[in-house]
């Protein structure tokens, strides 16, 4: 019994022995088949797998390279039988990760180079410097003053602000036609009311060309009357001057006596009509203007204060800030007009950046300054 039991040991083994014998003669024959390509592929990429095995006593390191050429030999082959180091879905995942990065890299953004680092820092340092202003501004305040050519947008992305879409204009004929067809001979004026630190009320009058936005004239009283508009009018409308019409509302202030007088010096009055402030839009917003950019960031103490700070505001305002309609311009546009740089958008060696700064640092004019030779 015992030599039937080797015997059938004996015969079961050389059994085992020669079915694996087929079956690898058979796994030859498969592999003889097969391109040359394939076989190396597969050869190289059981040589990473034990190259990872062979490392001594440390964690395999898993390098972006290692995984890339895995992935990219897994094409050529029947992968899954030959990987025994991860699991087939993270060799998927490395396999889709080098798909992101590829179309991530092939559809790049592919536009303007970026704007050099002195420009980038001039234009954060206007806008810390200022920070009522916007990029329409600042790319004003960069090609009136400067000569450099940079458009609005591109400074919203140097902008914590970011970019901010203006209205789009309504293309109907309205009322409004006719004031920009005749802005260049029309004056607006209006008043407005500021308290100063003793809670005294008064009153500022600024009349303002609606073509060029430069403010013609500035008043305050505390107690305004008909007779004093009047006499603001002859100092604002010379006897030499080509306006022919003048906006105003119906305050009680602007009385038929007044808009006699305003005719009889060579303008037209206007009214706008009732309880309809947008008919005198332009006056209303360099209003808003005033008190954005000076009045909300100081309170008078006097009249003579108040008169004071308005003096030098209107003087930056007409001779050294930007308007966006209509722009890019300046009221008193600057003399001599800076030239355009030569090159777009870099300052000229030869030149540096001097500010000046209005109301006390509020504000900042930029222009530029030839450098000693």
């Known amino acids: 019994m015992t030599l039937a039991r080797h015997l059938i040991s004996g015969f079961a083994h050389i059994g085992f022995v020669i079915r694996h014998l087929f079956a690898d003669f058979a796994r030859l024959a498969t592999l003889w088949c097969r391109s040359h390509g394939a076989l190396a592929a597969e050869n190289l990429f ?4 034990l190259a990872l095995f062979q490392e001594r006593k440390v964690q395999p390191h898993r ?9 990219l030999l897994s094409t050529f082959f029947d992968w899954r039988s030959a990987l025994v180091v991860v699991k087939p879905d993270t060799l998927i995942r490395w396999h889709r990760k080098g798909f992101r990065l590829f179309w991530r890299w092939k559809y790049r953004p592919h536009g303007r ?5 002195n420009l980038q820092e001039l234009i954060h340092g ?36 970011g970019f901010r879409p203006g209205r789009t204009p309504d293309p109907k004929q309205r009322g409004m036609t006719f004031v920009r067809n005749h802005a260049q001979a029309i004056v607006a004026c209006d008043f407005f009311v500021v308290v100063t630190a003793t809670f005294r009320v008064l ?5 303002m060309e609606v073509g060029t936005r430069r ?4 008043n305050v009283t505390a107690h305004p009357t008909a007779e004093w508009t009047l006499r603001q009018f002859r100092e604002a409308l010379p006897g030499d001057h080509a306006h022919r019409f003048v906006i105003h509302d119906r305050d009680r202030i602007y009385s038929k006596d007044l808009d006699q007088a305003a005719e009889a010096m060579g303008g037209r009055v206007l009214r706008t009509p009732v309880r309809a402030p947008k008919g005198n839009s332009y006056c209303e917003r360099m209003v808003r203007t005033a008190r954005r950019e000076c009045l909300d960031f100081l309170i008078p103490l006097s009249e003579n204060h108040l008169k004071r700070t308005l003096l030098e505001w ?14 890019p311009g300046i009221p008193v546009p600057l003399t001599p007009v800076p030239e355009p740089s030569p090159r777009r958008h870099q300052i000229s060696d030869d030149c540096r950046v001097r500010a000046k700064p209005v109301l006390g640092g509020l504000h900042h004019e930029y222009s530029l300054e030839k450098l000693a030779a």
């Not at 180079?113 to 680092?117: Q, T, Y």
């Open 46 to 49: 059981l040589r990473k797998q």
């Open 63 to 71: 390098t972006d390279a290692t995984r890339f050429l895995m992935a």
């Open 113 to 117: 180079p970026r704007l050099p680092a």
């Open 126 to 161: 206007m806008a810390a410097a200022n920070p009522i202003w916007g990029e329409a501004r600042i790319a004003d305040e960069l090609l009136l003053k400067l000569g450099i050519r940079v458009v609005p947008r591109t400074v919203g992305k140097y902008l914590t602000d």
């Open 203 to 207: 009153y500022v009058f600024v009349p």
């Open 215 to 218: 403010i013609v004239h500035q």
């Open 314 to 327: 209107v003087a930056h305002y007409n001779h050294g800030c930007p308007h966006q309609s209509p722009r």
